[in-house]
């Protein structure tokens, strides 16, 4: 059974999904389906280090009461053609975690909007792997609030 993701947010499902939307694009990762009235998105990450055909994900933004929602990720292992596909070791976790942490900030900064493009030093997946760790260091204490505060703008700043 594949793992769900959810993540809560207090902003109407219409700014999650758009912000979600945004944040794919500024990802680079491409969408293989948008569907805006079901504020659902589809994208495969492309290849990387953990896969050699990506992830296919869905992003998924759901009423929890009216001024708040929930984001619902999914995913698979992407299959292209007759390629043998290693395993995503936890890919789809890092991926989940850093695009709702992107839409997180977004959220909390209505006035700042996000970056257009994903730092050029990191391609898109690469990026959310690496704001997932952050993320991971910082809930398990190996980072205090200001550390995890200055590494994340570093790195959107990258």
Request: glycine share 10%; charged share 20%; no cysteine.
């Amino acid at each position: 059974m594949a793992k769900i993701y959810e993540f809560e947010f207090d902003a109407p499902p219409e700014r999650v999904y758009a912000q979600t939307a945004n944040a794919v694009g500024a990802l680079g990762f491409s969408i293989l389906s948008n569907e805006a009235d079901a504020a659902s998105i589809t994208f495969n990450t492309g290849p990387s280090i953990w896969s050699t055909a990506g992830q296919d994900m869905t992003a998924t933004a759901l009423a929890v009461s009216p001024g708040s929602s929930m984001l619902v990720l999914t995913g698979k292992t992407a299959k292209r053609g007759s390629e043998t596909q290693y395993g995503s070791w936890g890919e789809r976790g890092r991926i989940a975690k850093g695009l709702a942490m992107w839409v997180r900030g977004s959220l909390a900064e209505p006035t700042a909007s996000m970056p257009d493009t994903a730092p050029e030093a990191l391609d898109g997946s690469a990026f959310v792997a690496e704001l997932a760790t952050l993320a991971e260091l910082h809930e398990s204490g190996a980072l205090t609030d200001g550390e995890y505060a200055d590494a994340k703008q570093r790195l959107l700043r990258a």
